[in-house]
T-cell receptor
Framework: DAGVTQSPTHLIKTRGQQVTLRCSPK?????VSWYQQALGQGPQFIFQ???????QRGNFPDRFSGHQYPNYSSELNVNALLLGDSALYLC????????????FGSGTQLSVL | GEDVEQSLFLSVREGDSSVINCTYT??????LYWYKQEPGAGLQLLTY?????DMKQDQRLTVLLNKKDKHLSLRIADTQTGDSAIYFC?????????FGAGTRLAVHP
């Protein structure tokens, strides 16, 4: 049983470019959340998706957007990249109708030059 | 407001106990969590405690919760070099987790 998988593991982009990160939730999970972890900080909540819609959003600009597909996999898109977007992006999944804990993927390390 | 605070650094000798402390602000949090992060890796859930509990023990790990003071601690008994990592405390907000900045645990011989 695969856990939460994310791709790619590392990515280098330049300022102004756009990036798409991908996440497959743990088998049986229907809810996906994305977190940004800047160097030396704790993860910060970006947004959560279930039933293919964004349900809750943290304090991130509209440059950050996402999508959830019918198979529950999800994408995080960031437009007009800034140097400050360099971070580890973590995906987490759970089964919404339960109190089950979040499972995290290993993350995508994004470097913006 | 939402805020989780932790001390940034802890150094212990191998074989000693480590105690990592955390304070949180949301008294309505249902669960409180401890995650471990090793260099270049994602987050590994170590343990969690339900908000109506005072203590939870899981092998070498003991979690203590003081709801009155909104204080959470993680004790690692017989600390080993493999325990060297960053430890994050997190409280469960509405549909999300709120993390502290992490405590870097260094274990020396």
């Amino acid at each position: 049983d695969a856990g939460v998988t994310q791709s790619p593991t590392h990515l280098i982009k330049t300022r102004g470019q756009q990036v798409t990160l991908r996440c497959s939730p743990k088998s049986g999970h229907d809810t996906v959340s994305w977190y940004q972890q800047a160097l030396g900080q704790g993860p910060q909540f970006i947004f959560q998706y279930y039933e293919e819609e964004e349900r809750q959003r943290g304090n991130f600009p509209d440059r950050f957007s996402g999508h959830q597909y019918p198979n529950y996999s999800s994408e995080l898109n960031v437009n007009a990249l800034l140097l400050g977007d360099s971070a580890l992006y973590l995906c987490a999944s759970r089964l919404r109708a339960t109190n089950e804990k979040l499972f995290f993927g290993s993350g995508t390390q994004l470097s913006v030059l | 407001g939402e805020d989780v605070e932790q001390s940034l650094f802890l150094s212990v000798r191998e074989g000693d106990s480590s105690v990592i402390n955390c304070t949180y602000t949301d008294s309505s949090s249902t669960y409180l969590y401890w995650y471990k992060q090793e260099p270049g890796a994602g987050l590994q859930l170590l343990t969690y405690i339900f908000s109506n509990m005072d203590m939870k023990q899981d092998q070498r790990l003991t979690v203590l919760l003081n709801k009155k003071d909104k204080h959470l601690s993680l004790r690692i008994a017989d600390t080993q070099t493999g325990d060297s990592a960053i430890y994050f405390c997190a409280e469960s907000g509405y549909n999300k987790l709120i993390f502290g900045a992490g405590t870097r645990l260094a274990v020396h011989p």
